[in-house]
């Protein structure tokens, strides 16, 4: 079977989280500037931050992906083209845009630029990816909206050298594809130009104009309020359906999302289309990807479009609150061989006697009790309350610099999974 190895697309909100996914197991790695692209409450990365970002996921064999794809206004044109001017030096793998006139901007600026045409775009069909094509695009993120049957139909019968991407992991958005004009409406905060306020996660009631105050819950029989509330979509029990269907870019949506979200999510599934290629047709999906998966905060999963239209089991009807069973509590900054102790950068409170799980890139996670702290002085310490505190921990296995250490929690928190 001549198959060709899918690519791990990983999101990248910051220049911690780039280093994250890199070393995670990403083969290319995705990331907004500080303006033009649709994520404008991620932390994104100043151009100082690209270049090291890029130096760093180069020397690494990984891509770099640039996301400038905000629908534009009239006052965008001369930022954008000053932007672009700044950074054309830049080694970037691949733009994702999503406006025609922004294409155009690119190609003025950086004529040999590859071009990805974001989710934004609303391909559907083969006949736009050939007309987008035409226009030198050579990679499509598909919408969210096509079935696995649609994706192998336009496989077939668009260029070969055109490659298909598909969102993988993450949360789903209640508008076509991101189209989404809700935020703009209610609070004036426009989705299109990437300050979305996600209000289809809010809590709604119904009030009737001759009784103000008087609110009445939006409810389909008994199941609560979250009319907008979609489940989180997770492939991972999937990667041959995708692979078969023609999918080359498996893309994990969250930029916005936590360091730990973002080297849980991205070696679960690095490990599961290692596993695929490894061997595809003796191939069955390892329980322990969605047993990871699952560590991090997430909703109710879903399979979303790909094996039909969504239905009322793919909404939470509610609450629109994570799950977070798990908590971030620290990363490994250094590690001595000979005396088996790390230096730890705390993420969450831990303390001496808590159970905790260890994992790093390429390797399955182990349990241990921590037996024993001490401060950066060398004293002997009970817990580490304080944000990004440094202490020292005996590990029960080697581990190396970019670990990440969690446990379990008794019940769901709101801190930063």
């Known amino acids: 079977m001549n198959l060709k190895k899918p690519e791990l697309l990983a999101p990248a909100g910051d220049l911690e989280k780039l280093k994250t996914a890199v070393l995670y197991g990403a083969d290319a790695v995705y990331f907004g500037g500080e303006s033009f692209s649709l994520r404008a409450g991620a932390g994104n990365l100043s151009e100082d931050d690209m270049r090291e970002g890029i130096a ?101 019968n668009i260029p070969d050298d055109m490659e298909l991407e598909a969102f993988v992991h993450g949360a789903m958005c209640i508008s076509y594809s991101g189209r989404c004009l809700l935020s703009n409406f209610m609070i004036e905060r426009d989705a299109n130009r990437g300050m979305c306020a996600h209000p289809c996660r809010w809590k709604y009631s119904l009030v009737e104009e001759k009784r103000p105050g008087e609110y009445y819950p939006v409810e389909e029989d008994d199941r609560g309020t979250y009319i907008l509330n979609s489940r989180d979509l997770c492939m991972v029990d999937h990667i041959k359906d995708l692979a078969e269907a023609g999918v080359t870019s498996f893309k994990i949506e969250g930029r916005m999302k936590s360091m730990f979200y973002v080297a849980t999510v991205t070696a679960a599934y690095r490990k599961a289309i290692d596993s695929y290629i490894a061997d595809p047709e003796g191939y069955t999906p390892d329980p322990a ?8 905060s997430h909703r109710e999963f879903t399979t979303g479009f790909y094996f039909d239209k969504p239905t009322n089991k793919d909404q939470n009807y509610q609450t629109s609150a994570y799950t977070r069973d798990y908590s971030f509590i620290g990363k490994v ?39 024993g702290m001490k401060d950066e002085e060398g004293q002997e310490i009970l817990s580490a309350p ?29 801190d930063g999974n």
């Open 56 to 156: 760093f996921a180069h020397e690494r064999g990984c891509k770099c992906h640039l996301a400038l794809n905000i629908y534009a206004h009239n006052e965008d044109i001369g930022p954008l083209e000053e932007y672009l001017e700044r950074i054309k030096d830049m080694d970037i793998d691949a733009f994702i845009v999503s406006d025609p006139g922004v294409i155009c901007i690119l190609r003025d600026a950086i004529p040999d630029a590859e071009i990805h045409l974001s989710t934004q775009a609303n391909m559907t069909n083969y006949r736009t990816a050939r007309f987008w094509y035409d226009q030198g695009v050579r990679r499509i993120v598909m919408a969210r909206e096509l079935t696995l049957k649609e994706i192998k139909e336009l496989r077939t």
């Open 289 to 296: 990807c969605l047993a990871e998966l699952r560590k991090v």
């Open 386 to 414: 304080h944000p990004q505190q440094k202490v020292y921990i005996k590990m029960d296995e080697p581990v190396e610099k970019n670990f990440i250490l969690r446990k379990k929690k008794g019940e769901n928190t709101e």
């Open 333 to 371: 900054l250094d590690y001595d061989n000979e005396t088996g102790i790390a230096l730890v950068e705390q993420r969450n409170k831990m303390n001496t006697g808590d159970e905790i799980e260890v994992f790093g890139p390429g390797r399955d996670f182990f349990t241990q009790t921590i037996a």
